[in-house]
């Protein structure tokens, strides 16, 4: 029925402690109660919390926990079980594709710490009933507690931040309505905060924004939130391109009512390019050889193979060239230095003479 999530991640050590009070409602009499928290994470202590406060035996067989529920739950009763724990969680490798926590630090050294869990589960990194389709009916609450300098920015709406005499912060965010396990997250960084209102079909809403303030000064963003139709919001859309480790954005300009842009972000280099283009949908080529994408002339297109367009259903070659981002030269230079170039394009199947139609 509800989470309430309460960490302490230690960021220097790389570990986490802390509770999670699980409000639940027995469907049957249980003898049992199955609650997972995948290791190293140890788990110290099970409390039932209904009524008399009383210490739960349990069995842990590797990422399962078995817990022996007191012989007054009965079918139909409303119980609250605390599970207390700590430890080394698992180290995300390559955020988001292989989970766990990502321990980082940003371009000016301030530490950047992350959460990612989809497919590997939300027991990663706290102790719940971990299955994809479990969503508690009355949402979570989640309490993240850091040294003070950082901020903490997690599910739902920040209802709460509680300041500490050891010069710590613990953010308090909540979620009212039913929310995936692995959708729960913990973002920590050094972040600043912008706000603004947005019109929405049923009234205002109100938007905060977290960003590094390295970034609030940027040329990418100023290009597109300055040729960017708020009207057509709800045709925003992502996706992957694994095979190049980069996530696609398509959105539509101003003066469009159609997608006809687009901006990709490569996380392995940290680099942002954009450009023109009109996709409806995009598959990426996790099952194919290939990306898959749909065009407005009702065409399925690959990407990142072949020389020729397919758009408008005809073959007609790629208009390809290589431009720089903007840049400036001081007074009485004449020259600039390119340090490197990364394609984000193959040639496969590619020869001086003819290109390969791709349809």
């Known amino acids: 029925m509800h989470y309430n999530i309460n960490v302490r991640p230690d960021i220097q050590e790389k570990t986490i402690s802390g509770s999670v009070a699980i409000q639940f409602k027995a469907l049957q009499k249980p003898g049992k109660m199955q609650i997972d928290l995948q290791q190293p994470l140890q788990i110290d202590s099970i409390i039932w919390q209904k009524g008399k406060r009383e210490k739960l035996n349990f069995k842990r067989e590797a990422n399962v926990a078995m817990i022996t529920m007191p012989a007054s739950l009965k079918a139909g009763m409303e ?11 698992r180290a995300a490798v390559r955020a988001p594709w292989d989970g766990g926590i990502s321990w980082a630090k ?11 869990c989809q497919g590997l589960g939300a027991s990663v990194w706290w102790p719940c009933k971990d299955h994809q389709y479990d969503e508690p009916e009355l949402g979570v609450t989640i309490g993240v507690r850091i040294p003070d300098t950082l901020m903490n920015v997690s599910n739902g709406k920040l209802i709460e931040t509680i300041q500490h005499e050891d010069a710590t912060k613990t953010w308090v965010w909540q ?3 039913p929310i995936n396990n692995y959708s729960v997250s913990m973002n920590i960084g050094k972040y600043v905060q912008f706000k603004e209102t947005y019109q929405g079909e049923n009234g205002n809403l109100d938007l905060t924004y977290y960003v590094l303030p390295q970034t609030l000064n940027c040329d990418l963003r100023r290009y597109i939130f300055s040729d960017f139709n708020n009207l057509q919001t709800q045709q ?3 996706g992957t391109n694994e095979g190049f480790n980069e996530v696609w954005w398509f959105y539509c300009s101003n003066e469009s009512n159609v997608i006809d842009r687009y901006v990709i972000y490569n996380y392995l280099e940290n680099v942002w390019y954009y ?6 949908a995009w598959l990426d080529s996790g099952l194919l050889p290939h990306p898959i994408a749909a065009t407005y002339s009702q065409e399925l297109v690959q990407h990142e ?3 020729d367009s397919y758009d408008l259903g005809n073959v007609s070659a790629i208009n390809a060239y290589v431009s720089s981002s ?8 004449n020259f600039g230095y390119i340090w490197r170039v990364l394609p984000d394009l193959t040639f496969t199947g590619s020869n001086p003479v003819a290109g390969q139609a791709v349809s």
């Open 236 to 238: 925003v859309y992502a």
């Open 175 to 177: 979620v009212k309505s």
């Open 275 to 280: 450009g023109t283009m009109g996709r409806t």
């Open 305 to 307: 193979d072949g020389v």
């Open 106 to 116: 940003d371009e000016l050294g301030n530490p950047f710490v992350a959460t990612s």
């Open 79 to 89: 119980g609250l079980v605390t599970v207390y724990y700590q430890g080394v969680p």
């Open 326 to 333: 903007e840049f400036d030269i001081g007074d009485g230079h």
